[in-house]
């Protein structure tokens, strides 16, 4: 395990720990800009890992979804502290803190800390993923029929012109849930679902879980197939993405 990742997987940790500190704690909402939620357990925690890599890496790149962008941008630290606010407001266990390094947009090392739930997914580019400290895969199921399919809200589903799409998948599998967020991406990671459907992103959302997915042996796309990720993504065990594409494609 490099030093990097050591760092990413410890602070992860102890940011993720913070937030539970407000959980089912009535924490107070506020609205951002775009209208979505943001707590002190969010801004606190997002503070803490900033504050950790301003000791260990200082003057390196950093963009969060709180505090947004500084430093130089093409090597980075990428934050959410809390992936999964409305569950997290909720009550739900189902959220997660992430954490990425980059290196020309393109996720290196990944972590993602479910601090309810005590569960922990990580990796590094070209050393595998881990699932609480022992590897993980995807699933080796090799078609939709049958298999388990998580995705966000059916309303951004509507709202991007997915909704068609969606319907036409569920008809095949043999359930689908909206785990969504990062939970969803990391039950594709450790073979528990077949595939993660996620229209609508933001980039914080998925760098972390894209190199999880990949170093589990999964694919990590938008709904065209393409790599360079901007507003969906699109995770799978490989096996039923291309099914999943052409159901996005009629």
Same mark, same amino acid.
């Given at each position: 395990?490099?030093?990097?990742?050591?760092?990413?997987?410890?602070?992860?940790?102890?940011?993720?720990?913070? %937030?539970?500190?407000?959980?089912?704690?009535?924490?107070?909402?506020?609205?951002?800009?775009?209208?979505?939620?943001?707590?002190?357990?969010?801004?606190?925690?997002?503070?803490?890992?900033?504050?950790?890599?301003?000791?260990?890496?200082?003057?390196?790149?950093?963009?969060?979804?709180?505090?947004?962008?500084?430093?130089?941008?093409?090597?980075?630290?990428?934050?959410?502290?809390?992936?999964?606010?409305?569950?997290?407001?909720?009550?739900?266990?189902?959220?997660?803190?992430?954490?990425?390094?980059?290196?020309?947009?393109?996720?290196k090392i990944g972590?993602?800390?479910f601090p309810a739930?005590?569960?922990?997914?990580?990796?590094?580019?070209?050393?595998?993923?881990?699932?609480?400290?022992?590897?993980?895969?995807?699933?080796?199921?090799?078609?939709?029929?049958?298999?388990?399919?998580? %995705?966000?809200s059916m309303a951004?589903?509507?709202?991007?012109?997915?909704?068609?799409?969606?319907?036409?998948?569920?008809?095949?599998?043999?359930?689908?849930?909206?785990?969504?967020?990062?939970?969803?991406?990391?039950?594709?990671? %450790?073979?528990?679902?077949?595939?993660?459907?996620?229209?609508?992103?933001?980039?914080?959302?998925?760098?972390?879980?894209?190199?999880?997915?990949?170093?589990?042996?999964?694919?990590? %796309?938008?709904?065209?197939?393409?790599?360079?990720?901007?507003?969906?993504?699109?995770?799978?065990?490989?096996?039923?993405?291309?099914?999943?594409?052409?159901?996005?494609?009629?």
């Amino acid at each position: 395990m490099s030093p990097r990742l050591q760092f990413a997987i410890e602070t992860a940790i102890r940011a993720g720990k913070s %937030t539970l500190a407000h959980f089912q704690a009535g924490a107070v909402v506020d609205l951002k800009a775009d209208a979505s939620p943001v707590t002190i357990a969010d801004r606190g925690a997002e503070r803490l890992i900033r504050d950790a890599i301003a000791r260990e890496y200082p003057g390196e790149g950093i963009l969060g979804e709180e505090e947004g962008e500084v430093g130089v941008q093409d090597a980075r630290w990428v934050v959410d502290p809390i992936d999964g606010t409305k569950s997290f407001i909720s009550g739900v266990p189902l959220y997660g803190t992430l954490l990425a390094y980059e290196i020309d947009r393109v996720a290196k090392i990944g972590v993602c800390y479910f601090p309810a739930l005590d569960e922990l997914v990580y990796a590094e580019q070209g050393q595998g993923a881990y699932w609480n400290g022992r590897l993980c895969r995807v699933s080796d199921k090799t078609k939709l029929d049958g298999a388990v399919v998580a %995705t966000g809200s059916m309303a951004s589903m509507a709202r991007t012109g997915r909704l068609a799409g969606m319907q036409n998948i569920e008809k095949r599998t043999m359930a689908s849930r909206t785990w969504g967020d990062a939970y969803g991406h990391a039950l594709v990671a %450790t073979g528990r679902v077949e595939a993660m459907i996620d229209p609508t992103i933001a980039h914080w959302d998925i760098s972390a879980m894209s190199v999880i997915v990949r170093e589990a042996g999964g694919v990590f %796309t938008d709904f065209q197939g393409a790599h360079e990720l901007a507003k969906e993504a699109l995770s799978s065990n490989g096996h039923v993405h291309r099914e999943l594409m052409e159901a996005f494609a009629d």
